[in-house]
């Protein structure tokens, strides 16, 4: 199994399928599985509202108080709102999409998926596609990392 860290910033728009590359084979996108597609700014709702009003209550000075945790992110040098990883087994030649190889590994990922939330628990997956619609069936899972009980900055936050 091959797995990839994107490390730009991943392309949620083209995971979902809004608009198709040149690698991407329109007739075959109704294969696909969608496993989740949330919006992220409500998920960083969901994680860090609680913690970033603790937070700013805390403050003293108006410089350090944080509006909006996904902004602050969006526009940090340091940090990413998400990350993405993609998982594969094998390569267009030992696992082509159209093949019986292609299925088993398509099989394989939708077992892993299933799971991937309850083995990563501080990694809150908001999007997640298995595509069948390119060379080789993979799995591309956005997630947020987060931690809780931080004794410094949230005490919910970003890892």
Same mark, same amino acid.
């Given at each position: 199994?091959?797995?990839?860290?994107?490390?730009?910033?991943?392309?949620?728009?083209?995971?979902?399928?809004?608009?198709?590359?040149?690698?991407?084979?329109?007739?075959?996108?109704?294969?696909?599985? $969608? /496993?989740?597609?949330?919006?992220?700014?409500?998920?960083?709702?969901?994680?860090?509202?609680? +913690?970033?009003?603790r937070?700013? %209550?805390?403050?003293?000075?108006n410089?350090?108080?944080?509006?909006?945790?996904?902004?602050?992110?969006?526009?940090?040098?340091?940090e990413?709102?998400?990350?993405?990883?993609?998982?594969?087994?094998?390569?267009?030649?030992?696992?082509?999409?159209?093949?019986?190889?292609?299925?088993?590994?398509?099989?394989?990922?939708? $077992? /892993?998926?299933?799971?991937?939330?309850?083995?990563?628990?501080?990694?809150?997956?908001?999007? +997640?596609?298995?595509?069948m619609? %390119?060379?080789?069936?993979?799995?591309?899972?956005?997630?947020?990392?987060?931690?809780?009980?931080?004794?410094?900055?949230?005490?919910?936050?970003y890892?």
């Amino acid at each position: 199994m091959k797995r990839s860290f994107i490390k730009g910033k991943g392309s949620i728009n083209h995971n979902s399928r809004k608009f198709h590359t040149n690698n991407t084979d329109p007739e075959h996108s109704h294969l696909n599985i $969608e /496993y989740l597609n949330e919006n992220i700014k409500d998920v960083y709702h969901e994680l860090f509202d609680e +913690a970033l009003a603790r937070y700013n %209550e805390k403050q003293t000075r108006n410089d350090r108080r944080i509006d909006n945790y996904f902004e602050k992110l969006l526009y940090s040098k340091q940090e990413k709102p998400f990350y993405e990883i993609i998982v594969q087994i094998g390569d267009k030649d030992n696992m082509g999409a159209r093949t019986a190889e292609g299925q088993l590994a398509a099989k394989i990922l939708d $077992e /892993y998926m299933k799971g991937f939330q309850q083995r990563n628990p501080t990694l809150r997956v908001f999007s +997640a596609y298995l595509h069948m619609d %390119e060379a080789t069936p993979h799995l591309h899972i956005d997630f947020i990392p987060y931690v809780t009980g931080s004794r410094r900055g949230l005490k919910q936050g970003y890892l």
